[in-house]
């Protein structure tokens, strides 16, 4: 059996004394799993935050090379866990290990894009050149730069045990902007977490980086997360989860005497919108897709598609007719966590005795108490409209097709949709254009707009945005996923009338950076 410390990692150490109470469980089961963990305190959390305060004194100063070698020696370290990384996080999930694996690919990739971010930057440095003889006021030189905002708090979210979590993407951000982390790992999986950490904790020492430079704090009380986010140390947050404990953390950050920014990404119902005459030529197919989409992660991701917009008609009733026959088949799958299938089995229930809602199909029958079945519903628009609801997220794997007579209709749905991740419009290019005004609405509501290609899934590159309007993001301007997302810890200063010798070495006459002279 492997052998874990069941610590936290402050400054460096692994401290703390593992409670018996605290297990991760195997959600297929229920069943404890053998580690123990120790359950952090807010003294933990004090000295971990002082840890990652003290850390960045020195890690400010460092290079953008510098950054770049640590997130690569992070990246190796985590792959040379090798299958034993994708076995306790499989004991810990139910996830399967091909999901797994993939999953890691995705998080030392993007540990590795920040790196390059960092020795290639895209963006060039902007400089106002000084003009001495203007008149009647001489213009000053003024170079503008980006500094690292401090310690950030990161929490690990229950549907990416890796990609979200210790070394995700808001710890890769982080660490590339010049900001220490203080990680809250998930409850759920916290031998995943641990194994990580460890992988994080030999980059540092081989690459002779600050000791607090990475923290993790583990712990099940939702105290830890209040005094994590309200610690005077703490300069910002990322985080994905879900919209109830986003908004308490969020209001938490912004009532602090120093108000700091918290990014969280909280979810979306990424609403398919069908137009007339694709659905009546490909209405089999779009319902496959449909399917298949969401029932990724059994439904538990957080751009799964839970609303379906389409105009009444025969390949409406084609589409219905192929998507309950697709959902029937569909078997029973097990949850991350006995609360998510709990909120699940209750979003459903409620939604089937909804006025008005109809009950399409529902999946295989569930052996047992964190299964899920995949299930399917259809309204009409009017139905939909009465009740805002209604377009709220069910996290797992279901979908609400909402039945629209006319344009007009559909407009209005875009209106009462909350902000959204995403949104797709599946048509041909002649229908699009036909429908410019709903596309310029869904713009509008929407992180990341997608035509003819279901959103599940997001990709790792410098143009995603993975984000949205309220409450899908609390930060529209934002992004947690890709290059962009470094901006979020990092904030501008403008250097004027600097001597070269004190300004950035991207900010000088002589440095080979990318500049932008004015």
Request: charged share 15%; net charge negative; with cysteine.
């Amino acid at each position: 059996m492997l052998t874990l410390r069941g610590q936290h990692l402050i400054n460096g150490q692994w401290a703390g004394q593992p409670d018996s109470d605290f297990h991760s469980l195997n959600p297929a089961t229920n069943a404890p799993l053998p580690w123990q963990f120790a359950d952090g305190t807010e003294t933990d959390v004090s000295q971990a935050t002082e840890a990652a305060r003290a850390a960045f004194l020195e890690y400010r100063l460092w290079t953008p090379l510098q950054r770049a070698e640590l997130l690569e020696a992070m990246a190796e370290a985590i792959e040379a866990l090798g299958d034993t990384l994708t076995d306790v996080a499989q004991q810990e999930t139910a996830l399967p290990a091909a999901r797994l694996n993939g999953e890691r690919g995705r998080t030392c990739g993007q540990l590795r894009l920040f790196a390059t971010l960092l020795r290639q930057p895209k963006q060039s440095q902007i400089i106002d050149l000084a003009q001495p003889q203007r008149t009647p006021l001489p213009k000053p030189d003024i170079r503008l730069d980006h500094l690292p905002l401090g310690p950030v708090a990161v929490f690990g979210a229950s549907n990416f045990p890796l990609a979200f979590s210790a070394a995700g993407g808001d710890t890769a951000s982080a660490l590339a902007a010049g900001c220490p982390v203080v990680i809250k790992g998930h409850p759920a999986h916290p031998a995943t977490t641990e194994m990580v950490a460890t992988a994080l904790l030999r980059a540092i020492e081989q690459c002779g980086a600050p000791k607090g430079v990475v923290n993790l704090i583990q712990g099940r009380s939702p105290s830890l997360s209040r005094a994590l986010v309200q610690d005077p140390c703490i300069q910002a947050v990322g985080f994905t989860g879900s919209f109830a404990v986003g908004q308490q953390l969020s209001q938490l950050a912004a009532s602090r005497p120093q108000p700091i920014p918290f990014f969280g990404e909280l979810g979306s119902v990424n609403p398919q919108f069908l137009l007339a005459e694709t659905l009546a030529q490909n209405a089999e197919t779009l319902a496959q897709q449909q399917v298949q989409s969401m029932m990724m992660g059994q439904g538990q991701f957080c751009t799964s598609p839970g609303v379906v917009i389409a105009p009444r008609g025969e390949g409406l009733d084609r589409y219905l007719s192929a998507l309950a026959t697709a959902v029937s088949e569909q078997p029973c799958g097990t949850m991350l966590t006995a609360g998510i299938a709990t909120a699940f089995h209750q979003g459903v229930a409620q939604l089937a005795a909804t006025d008005g809602v109809d009950e399409l199909a529902r999946g295989q029958a569930l052996p047992g108490t964190n299964q899920t079945q995949a299930c399917a519903f259809v309204t009409t628009a009017a139905v939909a409209l009465s009740r805002p609801q209604l377009l709220e997220e069910i996290f797992g794997p279901a979908v609400l097709v909402i039945e629209t007579q006319d344009d007009q209709q559909r407009l209005q749905l875009v209106d009462a949709l909350p902000g959204q991740l995403t949104a797709t419009v599946h048509g041909s290019d002649q229908e699009m254009q036909q429908q410019a005004a709903l596309i310029t609405a869904i713009a509008h509501k929407v992180g990341r707009l997608i035509a003819n290609q279901m959103p599940t899934g997001v990709e790792v590159c410098h143009a995603m945005q993975h984000g949205g309007p309220w409450p899908a993001a609390t930060h529209s301007q934002s992004t947690s996923v890709g290059a962009e997302a470094i901006k979020r810890f990092t904030r501008p200063l403008a250097w004027q009338n600097m001597p070269q010798s004190l300004l950035p070495e991207s900010l000088r006459d002589d440095s080979d950076a990318p500049q932008l002279r004015y």
